[in-house]
């Protein structure tokens, strides 16, 4: 497990850093290649940062 982010400079580039990572494997999907495993996995991306989002929201 990782080390708990409290900051809210340490939690916005944590934000940044997986948003950018969810841009890159989105850019590198081929629309015409994709399937429904592509799909789902970008699906759990943004799942997974919206929990952390809300994680960060009650550590206010």
């Known amino acids: 497990m990782g080390k708990a982010i409290n900051d809210k400079d340490s939690q916005v580039s944590y934000l940044k850093q997986r948003l950018n990572l969810f841009v890159d494997v989105l850019d590198s999907i081929d629309p015409e290649q994709a ?3 592509d799909i789902d996995r970008l699906i759990a991306m943004i799942d997974d ?3 952390k989002c809300e994680q960060f929201k009650k550590s206010e």
């Open 35 to 37: 399937d429904i495993d």
């Open 49 to 51: 940062i919206e929990v």
